[in-house]
């Protein structure tokens, strides 16, 4: 089986643009969340999809956006850049709801400059 | 803000060694996870335990959890180098994983 697919690995913007992320999950995944890491603030979760339903939203604002589609793919926007969205964007998948082991993909690496 | 956190934020040992990683968190927990996270990578899964558990083993791996406390630990025995990454533990609550702080494990040779 294929891991949790996550494009692109880098990408680097300015300030003031928009930017899409894309998530393949594991097959047969149905929930997908996504997580920033930035060294100071580490993990932070943002929100979780299952089944094409936002579930769970982390204190984020409106800029960060999130969808789920009918095969389980999930792609995230960021509108509006601002420096401090530069960070590593994780993807992780789940077979359940109940979050108990989450499979990570390696990322996606946005520099906002 | 982060609902977990870890000590020590960084360990250096010997191969060989046993590593020992604690974690604090604050809300109530259906079950905690350790992960591994290698440079800039995407973390794995090493081990859950649940709430009404107190101790659980997987290989080199032993988790403890205390959750009048709500603390819990890892230890890594026997550490080899390519045991070298970083460890976060993960608070399941509400329909969402918190991540703790990490610890950055080095294992010199």
């Known amino acids: 089986k294929a891991g949790v697919t996550q494009t692109p690995r880098y990408l680097i913007k300015t300030r003031g643009q928009q930017v899409t992320l894309s998530c393949s999950p594991i097959?047969?995944?149905?929930?997908v969340s996504w997580y920033q890491q930035t060294p100071g603030q580490g993990l932070q979760f943002l929100f979780e999809?299952?089944?094409?339903?936002?579930?769970n939203k982390g204190n984020f604002p409106g800029r960060f956006s999130g969808r789920q589609f009918s095969n389980s793919r999930s792609e995230m926007n960021v509108s509006t850049l601002e420096l401090g969205d530069s960070a590593l964007y994780l993807c992780?998948?789940?077979?359940?709801?109940?979050?108990?082991?989450?499979?990570f993909g390696s990322g996606t690496q946005l520099s906002v400059l | 803000s982060q609902q977990g956190e870890e000590d020590p934020q960084a360990l250096s040992i010997q191969e060989g060694e046993n590593a020992t990683m604690n974690c604090s968190y604050k809300?109530?927990?259906?079950?905690l996870q350790w992960y591994r996270q290698n440079s800039g990578r995407g973390l794995v899964h090493l081990i859950l335990?649940?709430?009404?558990?107190r101790e659980k083993h997987s290989g080199r791996l032993r988790v403890t959890l205390d959750t009048s406390k709500k603390s819990s630990s890892l230890l890594i025995t026997a550490s080899r180098a390519a045991d070298t990454a970083s460890y976060f533990c993960?608070?399941?609550?509400?329909?969402?994983?918190?991540f703790g702080s990490g610890t950055r494990l080095l294992v010199r040779p």
């Open positions: 097959s047969g995944h149905r929930s």
């Open positions: 999809y299952f089944s094409e339903t936002q579930r």
């Open positions: 993960a608070m399941d609550s509400s329909y969402k994983l918190i």
């Open positions: 992780a998948s789940s077979p359940s709801t109940t979050n108990e082991k989450l499979f």
């Open positions: 809300t109530s927990i259906n079950n």
């Open positions: 335990i649940r709430s009404n558990e």
